[in-house]
């Protein structure tokens, strides 16, 4: 069993940033790729960005690209993701996810292991 907290969410004004962090516990040793979600209220939860074990490979998701980077601390067993030039879009509650099997994958079920989430609300 993995078990992922995140934290660094909050409010901050559209076209601030935010650094989110997500620290892993428990079977570690078992975590290969790693991403974060995010589900607005009334919506799905939806892809973020993704990172590789070694985090050679990155993934993201349209609305995020040069805005948004995924990295990791695989010493620390730590994901970050920092947000720049946040939009009042990125509001949501963002969720760290691990998975034991290869590739950066955007699907939500293939990941097995979730956080509890941290709210990111942009104001404009």
């Known amino acids: 069993q993995v078990h992922l907290v995140e934290s660094g969410g909050g409010l901050v004004q559209a076209g601030g940033s935010l650094r989110l962090s997500c620290v892993a516990s428990?079977?570690?040793?078992?975590?290969?790729?790693m991403g974060w979600f995010r589900q607005a209220p009334g919506k799905e939860r939806s892809f973020v960005a993704g990172?590789?074990?070694?985090?050679?490979?990155?993934n993201y998701a349209e609305s995020v690209k040069d805005r948004f980077t995924i990295s990791r601390d695989n010493a620390h067993n730590t994901l970050y993701l920092q947000m720049n030039r946040l939009e009042p879009e990125d509001t949501a509650v963002y969720y760290c996810?691990?998975?034991?099997?290869?590739?950066?994958?955007?699907?939500?079920?293939?990941?097995?292991?979730w956080g509890q989430g941290t709210q990111v609300t942009v104001s404009s």
């Open positions: 428990g079977r570690t040793s078992t975590i290969s790729a």
């Open positions: 990172i590789s074990r070694t985090g050679d490979a990155t």
């Open positions: 996810a691990a998975r034991s099997g290869f590739g950066v994958l955007s699907t939500p079920h293939r990941y097995g292991d």
